[in-house]
């Protein structure tokens, strides 16, 4: 036994050591962060940033684009080839241009997670020459208190800066955010964890291993015209909330606009094109069509343009035949949008 | 505070360290080591139980002298029960009492948050005081002896449900027990199994089977029965993991903690069942309900009777539910109807077949029996768990998709581990042997190093908790 035991310790030095070298990027990062890997442990997005970050020095990047953003960032319903940043890629090569793009984008990641992930990119020393985020209507309506303002990230944003997580503790509490873990294991997951391989990298062996056992993922990219159902289906309270039409406050008391600013304080020195996500006008015509939501598309842009940032309002800029569902869109959808983001990307910054 | 927590982890190591390292100590530093788990639930909680603990105590010491030995004994048993009805059973009582009287009350408002292992260590605190009554147990020397028995934290949360006499004993001489390295790595080994069965198969079936119970009474007759199967494993892998946690740490300290539990679903009959079923459990009720309420001493009748009141009382303890109750009935009904089966039928038919084919059939019969209790436990209500009971039953609206078949080789894949088990457990001195004797060391290693990445790549980063801790 005492010989088993030598051996045992070797092992785990050598897996301590060594795993960090056989796992491979693509089991954490596929044209975008592996969502089904995200979900088991948020902490593989601190994963993604070192092989971005490795990647960067080793390519030695100057220019690349980082996608921030929610599941439209992410591109679903759309496989890892059919998202934004795969066709940022691939139209910027046939351009003749080639741009590297990171996406970054996970679904239901809210502004508070954005900002999060920004301060995570700081901390990495990954700089952000070129930012893309996505904005939604519902993100500036009323928070009560569901969605919370970081969905996925806020035990990040305490570490990170305690002082807007306190801020927005009771809201985050209300939507059942901010857990308290016991003391002693907060301080492992703060200090030990992240340095032992084996549980830095243990849900992208999960998610691989667990990958063996299931059906191969089906991307159900049908636009929204061949699914039954679905009108009644975004009927419901979850997805009628975000086209709420009482005037949005524009004030530092909503926690979008609090984040938001936060993220321009950030970011004063980089090029950051936001954009207001494209909405199915048709889908969803007497939501998109009461005036007092139309009211809040405007003044929600003069709020962006007032802040001096590169900003698209692409609310209804596209085609309801693009359209997957109500804000998600089919591969050609985000083809079209890549396109535009690109056109955007590629004019003079603004000074 | 899980065992795979790293809070546990920690406290078990310092505890360790310290009991192997100071000898003359051992049970102040258990009782430290009680308090600071115990605490880590909320400290009114630990203060509640210290209380009730020295009570018992007390009153154990008193009844030892002879003085108003029955009166303690009442006052300390319903002191004990007291404490756990006004926990767990008060929001139950008012709720069918505003069903029945509509008082305008509030039943939940009666809600309380129960205090971790209540169920356990009421049972253990009953059990000690009716032995010291009996004659059975002289009481524990001291209260910090008392204190390291009754809350010994590697078993309190869930069991097993230890005896004094098994137990004390091995308290009081455990200052002279020696460092034994083989007991050691065994309570190792038992340990990991259970770490393995808990995070690799329990939080993983777990989820599977609440989308078959998540369905409620839209559920089909199939997949009832796969929900039904699936939950049968989660339970078992479950509640045997938390129990060979348990009695390896047990080992680790150098004590003997009674084994809980027993490849149970290869058993043939329902008291065969509960012979190795939650082991601890059954003995319990056995000796403080089903024998003092006459057990087999007064005719079948009354037998029967008893045997579905204890276990009636089994399935309230489990929870305050109907659908427990429920439970409870079922078992206590199918024990009665096995031993009239025995006493009436089996006894006196020789069936013309082979004794192998007879025990894998009642095998087979009792496990579908037993699936059938387990949606009572588990479903959401009586009439969810009804509904699923009679669709299973009558194999109505039966889906025969691909889905479900694979559903259907994964429980049986299940049972094959089972077995499996059973097996190993069966030989695992003479495998151990084995594997010690012909591989060599690094490759010996190699697996054990496996077996710890895959528990903790499998390990859930939201620490689910045991079934039995809501007990």
Redesign the interface.
């Known amino acids: 036994m005492k010989s088993s035991l030598k051996w045992v310790l070797i092992y785990l030095l050598v897996i301590q050591f060594g795993l960090g070298y056989v796992i491979p990027t693509s089991w954490t990062y596929d044209q975008r962060i592996r969502y089904e890997v995200f979900k088991e442990d948020t902490t593989v997005l601190d994963v993604v940033l070192d092989q971005i970050k490795a990647r960067i020095d080793r390519e030695d990047l100057t220019d690349y684009v980082i996608i921030l953003g929610d599941s439209v960032g992410y591109s679903g319903p759309g496989g890892p080839d059919q998202s934004i940043g795969y066709y940022m890629s691939q139209i910027s090569r046939e351009q003749g241009r080639p741009l590297t793009v990171f996406n970054l984008a996970l679904p239901a990641m809210q502004t508070g997670d954005l900002y999060t992930v920004l301060l995570k990119l700081r901390a990495k020393g990954i700089a952000t020459p070129r930012l893309v985020i996505n904005l939604l209507h519902a993100g500036f309506v009323v928070r009560a208190p569901y969605p919370p303002v970081v969905f996925w990230l806020d035990n990040d944003l305490k570490q990170m800066d305690p002082d807007s997580w306190s801020r927005f503790r009771q809201h985050l509490i209300d939507a059942g955010r901010a857990k308290e873990d016991p003391l002693l294991t907060a301080l492992f997951q703060r200090y030990i964890a992240p340095h032992v391989s084996l549980l830095r990298y243990r849900p992208v062996i999960k998610g691989e291993l667990m990958s063996l056992f299931s059906a191969r993922e089906v991307y159900d990219t049908r636009a929204w015209t061949e699914k039954p159902g679905l009108a009644e289906l975004l009927q419901g309270y979850e997805y009628q909330i975000g086209f709420n039409p009482a005037p949005v406050d524009l004030t530092e008391q909503n926690p979008q606009i609090y984040f938001l600013q936060k993220i321009m304080d950030l970011t004063r020195n980089d090029q950051v094109l936001y954009y207001l996500t494209p909405t199915n006008q048709e889908l969803m015509k007497p939501n998109v069509t009461n005036p007092g939501y139309r009211e809040n598309v405007t003044r929600i842009s003069e709020w962006m343009t007032a802040q001096g940032v590169d900003y698209l309002d692409l609310e209804s800029a596209l085609d309801p035949s693009l359209f997957a569902d109500h804000v998600h869109l089919t591969p050609e959808g985000y083809r079209v949008l890549a396109g535009r983001l690109l056109e955007q990307l590629n004019q003079p910054a603004k000074q | ?1 899980l065992f795979h ?3 546990f982890i ?1 406290l078990s190591a310092i505890t360790l360290l310290l009991f192997w390292r100071l000898p003359r100590t051992r049970t102040p530093i258990l009782a430290v080591a009680n308090i600071l788990f115990y605490a ?1 639930s909320g400290w009114p909680y630990l203060l509640l139980f210290l209380a009730i603990a020295s009570l018992t105590y007390w009153f154990s010491v008193l009844i030892h002298r002879g003085v108003r030995p029955k009166l303690l004994l009442w006052i300390g048993v319903g002191g004990s029960l007291l404490n756990l009805a006004i926990f767990k059973y008060t929001a139950f009582a008012v709720t069918n009492l505003e069903r029945l009287l509509h008082l305008g009350l509030d039943p939940k408002l009666f809600q309380l948050l129960l205090p971790v292992g209540i169920s356990f260590y009421t049972f253990q605190l009953v059990a000690y005081l009716v032995d010291v009554y009996r004659g059975d147990l002289k009481p524990a020397r001291s209260l910090i002896e008392f204190w390291v028995f009754i809350a010994f934290f590697a078993q309190l949360i869930a069991g097993p449900i230890m005896r004094g006499k098994d137990f004390l004993p091995q308290i009081a001489e455990h200052d002279g027990h020696r460092f034994q ?1 083989e007991r050691f ?1 065994y309570g190792i080994f038992l340990f990991l199994i259970g770490l393995s069965k808990k995070v690799i198969l329990s939080d993983t079936i777990g989820p599977l089977a609440d989308k078959f119970f998540n369905q409620g009474a839209a559920v089909g007759g199939l997949e009832a029965w796969i929900g039904a199967y699936l939950f049968a494993f989660q339970i078992y892998f479950d509640f045997s993991a938390y129990s060979d946690m348990a009695v390896g740490i047990g080992h680790m300290f150098g004590y003997q903690l009674t084994d809980n539990f027993k490849t149970p679903y290869l058993s043939g009959n329902p008291a065969e069942f509960w012979r190795r079923w939650h082991i601890t459990l059954s003995r319990w009720i056995r000796d403080y309900v089903y024998i003092p309420l006459g057990g087999s001493r007064h005719g079948e009748f009354r037998a029967m009777a008893a045997i579905v009141v204890a276990m009636t009382l089994s399935g309230f303890w489990h929870g305050a539910a109907w659908t427990f109750i429920a439970w409870g009935i079922f078992h206590g009904l199918l024990s009665a109807f096995h031993r009239l089966w025995t006493r009436q039928v089996a006894e006196r038919v020789k069936l013309p077949v082979p004794a192998w084919v007879t025990r894998w059939l009642s095998i087979f019969l009792m496990f579908q029996a037993t699936t059938i209790g387990w949606v009572f436990f588990r479903a959401n209500g009586m009439t969810v768990a009804l509904t699923m009971v009679k669709r299973m039953l009558t194999l109505s609206d039966l889906h025969l998709t691909r889905t479900n078949l694979t559903y259907l080789v994964l429980v049986a894949a299940l049972f094959l581990l089972h077995l499996a088990e059973f097996w190993f457990r069966t030989r695992q001195r003479a495998l151990y042997e084995t594997w010690r004797r012909w591989l060599p ?2 490759v ?3 697996a ?2 496996l077996a ?2 895959l528990a ?4 859930s ?1 939201k620490q689910m908790t045991f079934i039995y801790f809501r007990f």
């Open positions: 505070m927590s790293p809070e920690l880590a390295f790595k060391g690094p010996r290693a190699l054990y190093t710890v990445v903790v790549v499998m390990a980063t």
